[in-house]
């Protein structure tokens, strides 16, 4: 593993179904963030974390949990997958929050039908 | 509330010069970043600015107005593979990124 990396790289869930976005970085950073991405729309912060075991709620966090059990991993967890969740999912790390560079995993690209 | 407003398209020819610009509106202010996305890709990290001024780094030079709340992300000598989506971000009293919508460069030859 180099990097951050997120799993899987693409899904398509039936409205109604649980599902987890599994996202792991081995660069040691404390601050973590999910993201979606929709056409015409900027990323959107859905929750974070600043550190392993907190975790706070970003601009859309409704139908999406977390957790931070250590600094590595930071899943994602849809409870019952609605068609609006359809979107790209972003993870990220840093070394800092919010004043140093973010790097981002590959994306998820999820398709709720 | 909170904004970042930011052209959705713009069209540059190769080898030439293109300004995008951003406005912010935050509550607080510690920065601003500017991150360039390629299609179906990740964004990747190409500038921050907290102090007023000019940063330079190669072809890609970002500057950043506090007073103003505007910043631009310069590119010099464009090349094709400079086609991409380029995200402003500012960061606010939280220390949370605000993104803009990013703007869609178009290289032509």
């Known amino acids: 593993i180099a990097g951050i990396t997120q799993a899987p790289t693409s899904q398509i869930l039936a409205a109604g179904r649980r599902m987890t976005l599994r996202c792991t970085q081995d660069?040691?950073?404390?601050?973590m963030y999910w993201y979606r991405q929709d056409l015409g729309l900027g990323l959107r912060l859905i929750h974070y974390s600043n550190t392993a075991g907190t975790t706070g709620k970003g601009e859309v966090p409704d139908g999406y949990s977390v957790s931070r059990a250590n600094t590595d991993d930071f899943p994602l967890t849809l409870a019952s997958a609605v068609p609006s969740q359809t979107s790209v999912y972003f993870c990220?790390?840093?070394?800092?929050?919010?004043?140093?560079?973010?790097?981002f995993g590959q994306g998820t690209r999820l398709t709720v039908v | 509330g909170q904004n970042i407003d930011q052209p959705t398209e713009m069209t540059a020819t190769e080898g030439a010069i293109v300004q995008i610009n951003c406005t912010y509106q935050?509550?607080?202010?510690?920065?601003l970043f500017w991150y360039q996305q390629h299609a179906g890709e990740a964004p990747t990290f190409l500038s921050y600015n907290v102090l007023d001024g000019l940063e330079e780094k190669g072809r890609f030079s970002s500057f950043l107005s506090r007073s103003k709340g505007y910043s631009y992300l310069l590119l010099k000598e464009l090349q094709m593979k400079d086609s991409a989506s380029y995200l402003c971000?500012?960061?606010?009293?939280?220390?949370?990124?605000?993104w803009g919508a990013g703007t869609k460069l178009i290289i032509k030859p």
């Open positions: 971000a500012g960061t606010d009293s939280n220390y949370q990124l605000i």
């Open positions: 935050t509550s607080g202010f510690n920065g």
């Open positions: 660069m040691r950073h404390n601050a």
């Open positions: 990220a790390s840093s070394d800092g929050q919010g004043v140093a560079e973010a790097f």
